[in-house]
């Protein structure tokens, strides 16, 4: 419509206009959230219906107010069918003549909210290993909810109950209705610039679907994604699941998001007595070990008793003598077994070579065999000390097995008989010196392989003036005898 006129119009003619185009627009339908209902003194009811974007004007005439399936209240999300627009000319309002008013369903609103969770989770947006993790030990909360607000104070009650040495930052901002996003968006936004905040609760109590409708929105859904800070989301109730509760962590109650976002103190209390009686028993089993490995290095000491034959074998010829003063340092090691060796030869002292060498192998034997399953049972300890066991205890276990390795050793070439070594008796005492040979003396020759019969028939000790054809003579004449 367009309005051609050589004069000037006048207002009201405009208005008139202007109204005429209006009611060509006809009658729809408008979802929207009522604001500020009242009644008038002829009883028409005024709102303004909202978006969050746009807000206009309505009214009910009483005769269609009786009618009504819903008398609305503020905050509730509405469909409401406007019957035409209408601009009051005086004052130059614009008005929507309203006929119906009903709740918006919670099937549609469902249906929505169902769609928008998929096309974020398309996106990957309620994938957990995405979102922002939560701090142990935050230095500092803050919570959104509404101001004074039974929600807000449970959700601090529950902080101060888990961990009082908590600091808490409310930013209050409104939890319902069509302007709820973009105030939750804003105080998120301040919480972010505050320098000691780690973590984020918004919390609200339980309500319908309608009531939650503002955590559906998707601008505050990728904004509580995007967030810098990790948000628990302390909204609604398990059958009653707003799609934020989906793109971030999810408490539904505050006590859960309390639990979610600060320590136990009890639990730590309890953690930290555990270690403390877990490093008790560890000292205890290291004085434990301590003791067993001193306990180690005792018994090591008395296996030492391998040495005790080499005293026998120095009282038992003189060329052995000089060989067991390398060994001098480890005689008062060995002397009880010593004394049994001593029986033992006593005993067999026709075949005391095969007893010697039998004597030493059963000693070795043992004694290697005993250290060997002591060593083996203490295999793991030790391995399990690791680091712990001195450098000092592993040098002396090296030297003792050294020692013990020479030892047997010694007493392997210890008969002398098989490198030309004789021994003399005469009625089974035995010749220690030349002074006690006489000629015509019979001697008892036992050699390596076997024994002999002689008669002396001369003698002369060492440095005596003979001459060395007389000797020669000598030991000729007690061969052939």
């Not at 639990?267 to 205890?284: D, H, K, M, N, V």
């Not at 060796?341 to 030493?360: E, K, T």
């Not at 391995?383 to 007493?411: C, D, F, H, K, M």
């Amino acid at each position: 419509m367009c309005l051609t006129a050589t004069q000037p119009l006048s207002v009201s003619e405009y208005a008139f206009a202007i109204l005429r185009a209006l009611r060509q627009v006809g009658p729809a339908e408008i979802e929207g959230e009522v604001q500020g209902p009242r009644r008038s003194g002829s009883g028409m009811l005024w709102f303004t219906l909202s978006d969050g974007e746009s807000a206009l004007s309505c009214k009910v005439f009483v005769s269609d107010l009786r009618r009504l399936q819903h008398l609305p209240r503020d905050g509730d999300l509405v469909v409401v069918r406007v019957d035409r627009p209408d601009l009051y000319t005086r004052t130059g309002k614009l008005d929507l003549i309203v006929s119906e008013i009903r709740l918006a369903g919670e099937g549609e609103l469902l249906r929505r909210r169902q769609e928008l969770i998929e096309r974020l989770a398309a996106e990957g947006l309620c994938e957990r290993s995405r979102w922002r993790p939560l701090p142990r030990f935050p230095r500092a909360v803050g919570v959104i909810a509404g101001r004074q607000s039974d929600g807000l104070a449970d959700v601090v009650r529950a902080l101060r109950d888990r961990w009082p040495a908590v600091d808490i930052v409310v930013c209050p901002a409104l939890v319902q209705g069509v302007e709820a996003p973009r105030d939750i968006i804003d105080a998120i936004a301040r919480l972010e610039e505050h320098p000691r905040v780690d973590v984020v609760v918004i919390a609200r109590g339980g309500g319908s679907v309608q009531d939650l409708a503002c955590f559906d929105d998707e601008r505050l859904c990728r904004a509580i994604f995007a967030s810098r800070l990790p948000i628990v989301c302390a909204v609604g109730h398990t059958e009653n699941n707003p799609v934020c509760n989906h793109v971030t962590w999810a408490a539904f109650t505050p006590s859960r998001s309390a639990e979610m976002v600060v320590p136990s103190r009890a639990e730590l209390r309890r953690e930290i007595e555990y270690a403390a009686a877990a490093l008790q028993r560890a000292t205890r089993r290291l004085d434990g070990l301590q003791a067993e490995l001193a306990a180690i290095g005792r018994r090591l000491k008395a296996a030492a008793v391998l040495e005790r034959p080499l005293q026998l074998l120095r009282s038992a010829a003189g060329p052995l003598q000089r060989a067991g003063a390398t060994l001098q340092a480890k005689g008062d090691q060995v002397c009880g077994e010593g004394l049994r060796i001593q029986r033992a030869a006593r005993r067999q002292l026709a075949d005391h070579r095969r007893d010697y060498l039998r004597a030493g192998e059963r000693l070795v034997g043992t004694a290697a065999r005993a250290v060997s399953r002591r060593l083996n049972g203490l295999a793991g300890g030790v391995r399990a000390l690791g680091e712990a066991l001195p450098a000092r205890a592993r040098r002396a276990l090296l030297r003792w097995q050294r020692e013990v390795s020479y030892t047997a050793g010694l007493i392997s070439a210890r008969d002398l008989r098989s490198h030309g070594w004789a021994l003399l008796h005469h009625n089974d005492r035995p010749i220690r010196s030349a002074r006690a040979l006489a000629a015509g003396l019979e001697l008892d020759i036992t050699l390596h392989d076997g024994r002999a019969r002689a008669r002396v028939t001369g003698s002369s000790e060492e440095g005596a003036a003979d001459g060395p054809d007389k000797r020669a003579k000598e030991r000729s004449d007690g061969q052939a005898s």
